[in-house]
C-alpha cells in the first residue's frame, strides 16, 4: 500500500520520561492506518541509541555531569541526525529531507534510520504536545522546523491561544495548523482533515 501521509509526535521526553509515551500510545493507536506512518521518538530512537527513552535521558545527563562532551555530542547526534552526517550546513541537510520524501516517498522500513531533524522534515503533519508545567527545548526545535518548511503543526495544549507564546503560536498558525484543548479533538479533526 502507498503510504499517504507521515507524521511526527513532537512532545517531551528529557523533563518527564516516565509520562512521555502516554499521549504518543493514544494517537497511534486512534491514527494506526496502513497507509500512515507515525514517527514516535519514543520507539525510533531508542533503536538509535540501544536505550530506551528514560535510560537514554539518563545516560546523556550523567555524560553531562561528568563534562564527557564529545560523548554527549555523539549521542545527541544520534536522536537528531540518526545515521546521517549533517556537514557544515544544518539547514541544507533539512531540506534535503524533506526533498527525500517529495522524490522517493516513505517506506516504514525507513522510520529506523530518520534521526528526529529527518523524521519532522519528512511529515506531512507535527502533532506538538505542549505543557505549561513541563520545560522543553526539543518540542520548540521541531515546531521550529515544521514551520521553516510550512509542514501544519497541530497543537495538543492545556495553554489558551490567548496566552501561549506570541512566536510559537505564529508558527502554528502560519502554518495552516491549529490549537486543541484535548488529544481526542485533535485526533478528530486530523481524521477529518485528512480522511483517515
Known sequence: MDIKFTTYLAGFIEASPDTASDWRDIILKEL???????????????????KPAGEHV???????????????????????????????NRYDIIKQFQYL??????????LKHFGDFEAVARSNFIIVNYKASIPTWGTPAEALEAFFLNIPIYVISDVPKTKMNSTFLWWVLETKGEVFYSLN????????????
Not at 35 to 47: H, R, S
Not at 58 to 85: D, P, T
Open 185 to 196: 479533538d485533535c485526533v478528530k479533526f486530523i481524521k477529518e482533515k485528512y480522511k483517515l
Open 101 to 110: 520524501s517529495i522524490i522517493n516517498g516513505n517506506k516504514e522500513e525507513d
Open 58 to 88: 539518563k545516560y546523556c545527563q550523567g555524560l553531562k555531569q561528568a563534562g564527557i562532551w564529545n560523548s554527549f555530542k555523539h549521542e545527541m547526534r544520534k536522536i537528531w541526525y540518526g545515521h546521517v552526517k549533517p556537514g557544515v
Open 32 to 50: 494506526d492506518r496502513p497507509d500512515t506512518l507515525i514517527y514516535c521518538p519514543m520507539k525510533f530512537e531508542a533503536m538509535k541509541t540501544g
